[in-house]
């Protein structure tokens, strides 16, 4: 059974950072892109980043990008969000997804979310 | 960035009842569209990708389709558990966008 297990949200003030990860089980960790997604209290989803299967291409969405690194470990089968320099519009519910096989940006698992609230 | 219009924003129909959702992409997408399902307090799951196709075990009554940048979700019957939001999402180019969901609610 597949499952992506995320960890590491909290309450952090303005300007402090997190690191989110997300466990993966059940698939072979290395063969898949994998995301984040975040949604906001009461909003809409956004795509936040993707890596390749090898961590060699990796792209962000424009608000997080050179605050946010993202990463993954094939050996562990862990994906992990650097969190820096944090803004209250960074609140969010964080969701780490799958890649399809055939559509690698189209996400068929996603964990249960982790909550990150930036406040002072 | 590409845009993504959804409409409605909420669509009140009874169980059994047919359901047309909208997605309008301020460009071409091809056929690289997506159709997400959200419950209150749950993740998204995955419906359609690539505008047409069923993800494993979605139902036969959710149909995707649409190319360009006009696309539909239908559902045929309404059952109690589709009574939800909905989300496209386009991977046609980056970054990566979703539009502002559809709510289908119990009239």
């Known amino acids: 059974e597949v499952q992506l297990v995320e960890s590491g949200g909290g309450l952090v003030q303005p300007g402090g950072s997190l690191r989110l990860s997300c466990a993966a089980s059940?698939?072979?960790?290395?063969?898949?892109?994998m995301t984040w997604v975040r949604q906001a209290p009461g909003k809409g989803l956004e795509w936040v980043a993707s890596i390749k299967q090898d961590g060699s291409d990796k792209y962000y969405v424009d608000s997080v990008k050179g605050r946010f690194t993202l990463s993954r470990d094939n050996t562990k089968n862990s994906l992990s969000l650097q969190m820096n320099s944090l803004r209250a519009e960074d609140t969010a519910v964080y969701y780490c997804?799958?890649?399809?096989?055939?559509?690698?940006?189209?996400?068929?698992?996603w964990g249960q979310g982790t909550l990150v609230t930036v406040s002072s | 960035e590409i845009v993504l219009t959804q409409s409605p924003a909420t669509l009140s129909l009874s169980p059994g009842e047919r359901a047309t959702l909208s997605c309008r992409a301020s460009?071409?997408?091809?056929?690289?569209l997506a159709w997400y399902q959200q419950n209150p307090g749950q993740a998204p799951r995955l419906l359609i990708y690539d505008a047409s196709n069923r993800a494993t075990g979605v139902p036969a009554r959710f149909s995707g389709s649409g190319s360009g940048t006009d696309f539909t979700l239908t559902i045929s019957s309404l059952e109690p558990e589709d009574f939800a939001v909905y989300y496209c999402?386009?991977?046609?180019?980056?970054?990566?966008?979703f539009g502002g969901g559809t709510k289908v609610e119990i009239k």
């Open positions: 997804a799958r890649g399809l096989r055939a559509a690698v940006t189209s996400f068929d698992y």
């Open positions: 059940g698939f072979t960790f290395s063969s898949y892109w």
């Open positions: 460009q071409s997408l091809s056929s690289y």
């Open positions: 999402q386009q991977r046609s180019n980056w970054p990566l966008t």
